[in-house]
């Protein structure tokens, strides 16, 4: 029997990670194994959860079957320890006079390969309204009353465009469009219209958990929606965007950054979930390793314009100043002048101390024809300024309206001697809410 295939791509099995290239890791953190337990490893995935005998695991590892049984019963042991430790239960299961198999349900996707024909016609209208929700503000308005009149001339309109519809409606909302209670409303009945056509539809699931969590101030009460449709779709970026927010709501950073980790695995290119894994990294991490490995991405793709912000961000905090506004710039270049990443670049200005320059942008941002209404993304570039109250009062604004940017303040070293009091202003606003 010739050696087994070695398979490239990505596996996901009880909330671990497993790369074929880099090796085992659960929640962004790399779980050492010895060679032959991660070959082990890598045999049981890529054997689809069966039953693996152990004179498979010698011709596979070994490239013999006289291997010593003690020396396979090794292997096992090494790697079951590994694995109770990352995922505190035992995840192999024997069979006696058969073999062993890894306890499912595992995903897998090659590398390289894009999402399937079923996660991209299902996550396809929440890219498009992605999209659409970075151009003006009239044409985001224009695009939803469009959906809406789709969505009301259609007898069965499709749970994709129920969920872009919402999406919207998020965009909306957390931009001043629309009240919070009325954006939140409408949300949860696209949502719960998608879910009536076609039961358990995860991006629906990952809207409604979003509606009822960030935009209804009680992100505990939907973890569990959040949950549920990533079990439902483990690869699919919609349900680890949704469920990565929820966790920032709920003050769960670590959790937070290993659910992005994840969702870049299998969607490297998703703009959201890589700025949330960047801005987590630099808060969790150390500084010089996150630049390192920033530095490397960029080289790899150096058209992500969330890379180049995130480096400006160190860059300012280590007084580089021309190299912070270089890649602020980058950033913004590579954008296409999303107001987003203006944010960075003048907050990279007003650390360099052009206060001018800095001010300018946030005039820009500030606009009341410009769709940007996240006002706690202003805060960085008025606290560099000297302006503390002035930034608070943005932070106090975006909490008031939802904002979701906002959450992400607590976490922002560019604001780390203001994390007490910005503590303070999201108690006093769940409080109102309740």
Request: hydrophobic share 45%; charged share 20%; proline share 6%.
């Amino acid at each position: 029997m010739p050696q087994q295939a070695r398979v490239e791509g990505i596996w996901l099995f009880a909330d671990c990670l497993f790369d074929s290239v880099t090796g085992l890791s659960r929640g962004g953190k790399s779980i050492a194994l010895t060679p032959k337990s991660q070959s082990l490893l890598g045999l049981l995935l890529q054997s689809d959860a069966a039953v693996v005998s152990r004179k498979e695991i010698a011709l596979a590892l070994w490239g013999s079957e006289g291997v010593p049984n003690a020396s396979i019963e090794r292997c096992i042991y090494l790697l079951r320890r590994a694995l109770r430790e990352a995922a505190g239960a035992d995840q192999l299961v024997t069979h006696y006079g058969q073999g062993i198999q890894i306890k499912g349900p595992v995903t897998f996707r090659p590398h390289g390969s894009a999402e399937s024909t079923a996660d991209a016609r299902a996550s396809g209208g929440w890219h498009s309204a992605m999209g659409i929700m970075r151009i003006g503000r009239a044409s985001l308005e224009q695009m939803q009353t469009q959906l809406d009149q789709v969505i009301a001339a259609a007898n069965a309109p499709q749970p994709p465009a129920l969920v872009a519809a919402a999406t919207l409606l998020s965009g909306r909302t957390v931009r001043g469009h629309l009240p919070p209670p009325e954006g939140r409303r409408r949300m949860l009945a696209l949502a719960d219209a998608a879910l009536a056509a076609t039961p358990d539809f995860a991006p629906a699931l990952a809207i409604k958990a979003f509606a009822t969590g960030v935009l209804g101030k009680a992100p505990e009460q939907a973890l569990e929606l959040a949950e549920r449709a990533v079990s439902l779709e483990p690869s699919m970026a919609l349900p680890r965007f949704c469920r990565t927010w929820l966790l920032i709501a709920a003050r769960q950073p670590e959790a937070a950054l290993g659910e992005a980790v994840i969702g870049l695995k299998f969607n490297p290119l998703e703009r959201m979930l890589m700025s949330v894994e960047n801005a987590l990294s630099l808060r969790l991490g150390d500084l010089p390793a996150v630049r390192r490995s920033l530095e490397e991405k960029e080289a790899a793709r150096p058209n992500l314009d969330s890379i180049h912000a995130s480096l400006s961000i160190i860059h300012s905090l280590s007084g580089r100043h021309e190299e912070a506004v270089a890649a602020a710039h980058r950033a913004v270049e590579v954008s296409e002048g999303d107001l987003y990443l203006q944010s960075f670049l003048a907050f990279a200005h007003a650390k360099a101390g052009d206060h001018d320059a800095a001010q300018a942008i946030l005039n820009r941002m500030a606009d009341p024809m410009r769709d940007f209404h996240a006002v706690s993304m202003a805060a960085p570039t008025l606290f560099a300024m000297g302006k503390e109250e002035a930034a608070l009062q943005a932070i106090a604004q975006g909490f008031a309206s939802h904002d979701i940017s906002t959450f992400m303040a607590e976490y922002d070293l560019r604001l780390k001697p203001l994390w007490p009091e910005i503590a303070r202003l999201r108690v006093q606003d769940m409080a109102a809410v309740a």
